[in-house]
């Protein structure tokens, strides 16, 4: 009855969150689920559909569908590999294209991370809350592209469609020749006889469509011809060449643009607005909640004009928080202790509080983050009577749907978004304002696209920023130097909660615990059996939002800084502390982990810190559990006059089976490069309800000439698929905040390091 209670009500909070409660009842998700089911891709003349995934073009050439967006993952690539692999083709008789928004391609897979179970544990009610969330995300076609699921969402879909449109065109041929299925040869895309008759794909395609498909079994990912060694980029040829389309390359017929402007303080609104009269290339004004813009025939008239323009803004409801108060407010909730409210436990063993030993206290902070994705923020929207057309880089073509249809009073069967690659996503653009933003301006110029583009300071200001936060972690330790007891708990907003309120008006939030807030902290691969894994929810009203990595962000660096405490305090090696405590939890996860800490261990040993002369030279080491796959980190680090410079990181991954082994170390590379910035100079301060940094200049990021030696070395264990797009970056601030105490003895323990 228990479970029962518990899956009834997750699938109401889904149901309530993610569409309004427009399903009701058990036999209308079956209807619907069965509906979805059925899905083929679109097939025109000279076309064959092979089900959801693949299909012939016109061109003789095999299309998968993606229903990912390509921010720099390699999704497309992955999926071409896959295809590639299952229909014995080169790599070039294979495209990727953007898959419909259509609710077979829904992603319950980042809903069903969140909830507040550990993923290594199962049980009925574990696995009936994720059996419901699983079908409610699906009946309603929840797409997204995010929490490093892209590669865990597809993969097996594509293989088996792949494997599915094979067999069908191996039966098409033995038809044709009149010969057993087994008797023929397949090779670059003909299917041939022992006597020399072939077929290629395209002629057996038609007669192939027609067959139904059978059930079958797919062998575990093993190396093959791509699989296990991968390919090149898809997306590289065209970004070199300068020529792959970003949202801000649109350009449609008689297309405008508009400069955008938002309010100087956080929750601040528009009050008035003039422009002088006669502008060169300027078409008028629009007045926002937050927001005015000017739109003119290019976008440097646009931001002439509003550079001209006199805005004047409501500040009745603006926020007159600082960073520092944001701060303040931490430290009171923390000091509370159990009586705040709201208060979660969502991991907890034993009993802490009654562990017995020497006592090691720390408290850690890390400030909001803005995400600075290379390309800014921007959509091109266009309102006509019939509907409305959007091109812009989104995380969500479901939701953006959703959110357009709103906006411009139409059915969302009216919208049509395009969807160009990412310029960068890191979260950012799951929060689907700008696109709002976007279609309001353009429904004052109907029939007319226009290009809302936000500046670098636009950008800094209208963020959802990654959030401050704050731990208090305590741990008594016994004889052994081990905890008897550890509790952890983090001053935090939810970023979940918030972005569904954004997303979704009306839904409600602070039903469930929100897993992303000790995502880093909770169900750890250490053997602490008795612990307490808290978030105290402190909202101070500052919009926060996914940032690459969301609480695995802060709360590595916390957890894993926390460790090295320890073992400093008991005096034992970093490695053997670790080891200890991996060994006294003995699990599935504890033992990935292990494997991971001995090649570090191994580099550690064959590999000696070197210190230049002047110079104080320091390792530190950090192990990271991340959308379930395994990082390890070593960062050497030099101190010369006070400034830290990182020349090395050792880094292994175990994601089960890296399917394309480039683009694994190539990510593993991004992330720990984008974890490394926020870790040395990453920070928005806010002063008054005001966002400090406007450039570049005054939010620093990590350049070419700062960047570390990165190797990547490979660990496959053979589990399931893990993420790979987010997972090089929790491990890189602890393993540097480790080295830097191992080099100069001094324990940081705020972001972004400072030595001054």
Same mark, same amino acid.
């Given at each position: 009855m228990t479970a029962a209670r518990i899956a009834r009500r997750t699938f109401l909070i889904a149901a309530g969150v993610v569409g309004g409660g427009l399903l009701v009842g058990t036999g209308a998700l079956v209807a619907r689920l069965h509906g979805i089911g059925g899905y083929r891709l679109p097939a025109g003349e000279g076309e064959a559909s092979f089900g959801a995934w693949i299909k012939l073009a016109r061109d003789g050439t095999i299309e998968v569908a993606v229903p990912h967006q390509e921010m720099g993952q390699g999704i497309y690539s992955l999926a071409v590999l896959l295809a590639a692999e299952g229909l014995r083709l080169p790599a070039d008789a294979v495209r990727a294209v953007q898959a419909p928004i259509n609710p077979y391609f829904a992603n319950p897979i980042?809903? #069903?991370? =969140?909830?507040?179970?550990? $993923?290594?544990? /199962?049980?009925?009610?574990? @696995?009936?809350?994720?059996?419901?969330?699983?079908?409610?995300?699906?009946?309603?076609?929840?797409?997204?592209?995010?929490?490093?699921?892209?590669?865990?969402? #597809?993969? $097996?879909?594509?293989? *088996?469609?792949?494997?599915?449109?094979?067999?069908?065109?191996?039966?098409?041929?033995?038809?044709?020749?009149?010969?057993?299925?087994? $008797?023929?040869? #397949?090779?670059? =895309?003909?299917?041939?006889? !022992?006597?020399?008759?072939?077929? *290629?794909?395209? @002629?057996?395609?038609?007669?192939? /469509?027609?067959?139904?498909?059978?059930?079958? @079994?797919?062998?575990?990912?093993?190396?093959?011809?791509?699989? &296990?060694?991968?390919?090149?980029?898809?997306?590289?040829?065209?970004?070199?060449?300068?020529?792959?389309?970003?949202? #801000?390359?649109?350009?449609?017929?008689?297309?405008?643009?508009? !400069?955008?402007?938002?309010?100087?303080?956080?929750?601040?609104?528009?009050?008035? *607005?003039?422009?002088?009269?006669?502008?060169?290339?300027?078409? &008028?004004?629009?007045? &926002?909640?937050?927001?005015?813009?000017?739109?003119?025939?290019?976008?440097?008239?646009?931001?002439?004009g509003l550079e001209k323009s006199t805005v004047v803004w409501d500040d009745s409801y603006a926020l007159s928080v600082s960073s520092k108060d944001v701060f303040a407010a931490y430290r009171a909730a923390l000091d509370k202790g159990a009586s705040y409210k709201p208060r979660w436990v969502i991991d907890s063993a034993g009993d802490a509080a009654a562990a017995k030993g020497r006592e090691v206290a720390a408290t850690y902070d890390a400030p909001f983050l803005a995400h600075a994705t290379m390309e800014p923020m921007n959509a091109t929207a266009l309102v006509t009577d019939g509907g409305v057309k959007v091109w812009a880089g989104h995380q969500s073509g479901y939701l953006a749907k959703l959110r357009v249809a709103a906006a411009a009073g139409v059915p969302t069967d009216a919208v049509e978004v395009f969807t160009p690659y990412l310029g960068g996503g890191f979260g950012r653009r799951a929060d689907l304002d700008y696109i709002v933003k976007a279609v309001e301006i353009a429904r004052k110029f109907k029939s007319t696209p226009v290009q809302t583009i936000w500046s670098r300071a636009e950008d800094l200001r209208d963020d959802v920023y990654r959030p401050a936060a704050m731990a208090d972690v305590t741990a008594k330790l016994g004889d052994d130097g081990l905890p008897s007891g550890l509790t952890y708990r983090i001053a935090v907003p939810s970023t979940t909660d918030q972005f569904t309120a954004r997303a979704i008006p009306g839904a409600k939030g602070g039903l469930l615990p929100d897993r992303s807030t000790v995502d880093g902290a909770v169900f750890s691969f250490y053997g602490l059996q008795n612990r307490s894994i808290e978030n105290f929810s402190v909202d101070a009203g500052i919009p926060v939002g996914y940032w690459r990595s969301v609480g695995h962000s802060l709360n590595n660096f916390f957890f894993e800084t926390f460790i090295d405490e320890l073992s400093a305090t008991a005096g034992i090696d970093p490695f053997d502390y670790r080891a200890r405590l991996l060994d006294a939890n003995g699990g599935e996860a504890a033992q990935r982990a292990k494997a991971v800490l001995t090649r570090l261990a191994r580099f550690n040993a064959d590999n000696k810190v070197t210190v230049a002369s002047g110079a104080k030279a320091g390792r530190g080491v950090a192990l990271s559990e991340c959308f379930h796959s395994f990082v390890g980190q070593l960062a050497d680090i030099e101190v010369v006059a006070g400034n830290i410079r990182v020349k090395r990181v050792f880094a292994v991954v175990d994601c089960g089976f890296a399917i394309d082994p480039p683009n694994v170390i190539a990510q593993l590379r991004s992330a720990i490069n984008f974890g490394l910035s926020a870790a040395l100079y990453g920070k928005v301060e806010i002063d008054n309800g005001k966002i400090v940094p406007e450039n570049f200049d005054t939010y620093q990021i990590l350049t070419l000439e700062d960047a570390p030696e990165i190797v990547v070395e490979i660990a496959n264990s053979g589990a399931a698929i893990g993420g790979i797009g987010e997972i090089g970056t929790p491990g890189i601030a602890p393993a540097v905040g480790n080295a830097i105490f191992a080099a100069t003895g001094k324990r940081l323990r705020s972001l972004p390091f400072d030595l001054g």
């Amino acid at each position: 009855m228990t479970a029962a209670r518990i899956a009834r009500r997750t699938f109401l909070i889904a149901a309530g969150v993610v569409g309004g409660g427009l399903l009701v009842g058990t036999g209308a998700l079956v209807a619907r689920l069965h509906g979805i089911g059925g899905y083929r891709l679109p097939a025109g003349e000279g076309e064959a559909s092979f089900g959801a995934w693949i299909k012939l073009a016109r061109d003789g050439t095999i299309e998968v569908a993606v229903p990912h967006q390509e921010m720099g993952q390699g999704i497309y690539s992955l999926a071409v590999l896959l295809a590639a692999e299952g229909l014995r083709l080169p790599a070039d008789a294979v495209r990727a294209v953007q898959a419909p928004i259509n609710p077979y391609f829904a992603n319950p897979i980042m809903v #069903i991370d =969140g909830l507040p179970f550990n $993923e290594h544990a /199962s049980g009925l009610v574990q @696995e009936s809350a994720k059996w419901t969330v699983d079908k409610v995300i699906r009946a309603f076609g929840l797409s997204a592209t995010g929490g490093s699921t892209s590669t865990r969402h #597809i993969a $097996e879909p594509i293989r *088996a469609c792949a494997a599915s449109a094979l067999d069908v065109l191996t039966r098409a041929a033995a038809e044709k020749f009149g010969v057993a299925a087994g $008797e023929l040869k #397949i090779a670059d =895309g003909r299917i041939s006889t !022992a006597d020399g008759r072939s077929a *290629a794909y395209a @002629e057996l395609a038609d007669a192939a /469509s027609r067959l139904s498909p059978r059930t079958i @079994e797919l062998p575990p990912l093993a190396e093959g011809v791509f699989v &296990g060694k991968g390919m090149p980029r898809v997306d590289v040829p065209p970004k070199t060449r300068g020529v792959a389309a970003y949202g #801000i390359d649109t350009r449609q017929p008689g297309q405008l643009y508009a !400069a955008i402007r938002h309010s100087p303080r956080l929750g601040g609104v528009f009050k008035s *607005a003039s422009l002088p009269a006669d502008l060169p290339g300027v078409r &008028g004004i629009v007045e &926002g909640g937050d927001y005015v813009a000017v739109v003119a025939t290019s976008y440097s008239k646009a931001v002439a004009g509003l550079e001209k323009s006199t805005v004047v803004w409501d500040d009745s409801y603006a926020l007159s928080v600082s960073s520092k108060d944001v701060f303040a407010a931490y430290r009171a909730a923390l000091d509370k202790g159990a009586s705040y409210k709201p208060r979660w436990v969502i991991d907890s063993a034993g009993d802490a509080a009654a562990a017995k030993g020497r006592e090691v206290a720390a408290t850690y902070d890390a400030p909001f983050l803005a995400h600075a994705t290379m390309e800014p923020m921007n959509a091109t929207a266009l309102v006509t009577d019939g509907g409305v057309k959007v091109w812009a880089g989104h995380q969500s073509g479901y939701l953006a749907k959703l959110r357009v249809a709103a906006a411009a009073g139409v059915p969302t069967d009216a919208v049509e978004v395009f969807t160009p690659y990412l310029g960068g996503g890191f979260g950012r653009r799951a929060d689907l304002d700008y696109i709002v933003k976007a279609v309001e301006i353009a429904r004052k110029f109907k029939s007319t696209p226009v290009q809302t583009i936000w500046s670098r300071a636009e950008d800094l200001r209208d963020d959802v920023y990654r959030p401050a936060a704050m731990a208090d972690v305590t741990a008594k330790l016994g004889d052994d130097g081990l905890p008897s007891g550890l509790t952890y708990r983090i001053a935090v907003p939810s970023t979940t909660d918030q972005f569904t309120a954004r997303a979704i008006p009306g839904a409600k939030g602070g039903l469930l615990p929100d897993r992303s807030t000790v995502d880093g902290a909770v169900f750890s691969f250490y053997g602490l059996q008795n612990r307490s894994i808290e978030n105290f929810s402190v909202d101070a009203g500052i919009p926060v939002g996914y940032w690459r990595s969301v609480g695995h962000s802060l709360n590595n660096f916390f957890f894993e800084t926390f460790i090295d405490e320890l073992s400093a305090t008991a005096g034992i090696d970093p490695f053997d502390y670790r080891a200890r405590l991996l060994d006294a939890n003995g699990g599935e996860a504890a033992q990935r982990a292990k494997a991971v800490l001995t090649r570090l261990a191994r580099f550690n040993a064959d590999n000696k810190v070197t210190v230049a002369s002047g110079a104080k030279a320091g390792r530190g080491v950090a192990l990271s559990e991340c959308f379930h796959s395994f990082v390890g980190q070593l960062a050497d680090i030099e101190v010369v006059a006070g400034n830290i410079r990182v020349k090395r990181v050792f880094a292994v991954v175990d994601c089960g089976f890296a399917i394309d082994p480039p683009n694994v170390i190539a990510q593993l590379r991004s992330a720990i490069n984008f974890g490394l910035s926020a870790a040395l100079y990453g920070k928005v301060e806010i002063d008054n309800g005001k966002i400090v940094p406007e450039n570049f200049d005054t939010y620093q990021i990590l350049t070419l000439e700062d960047a570390p030696e990165i190797v990547v070395e490979i660990a496959n264990s053979g589990a399931a698929i893990g993420g790979i797009g987010e997972i090089g970056t929790p491990g890189i601030a602890p393993a540097v905040g480790n080295a830097i105490f191992a080099a100069t003895g001094k324990r940081l323990r705020s972001l972004p390091f400072d030595l001054g």
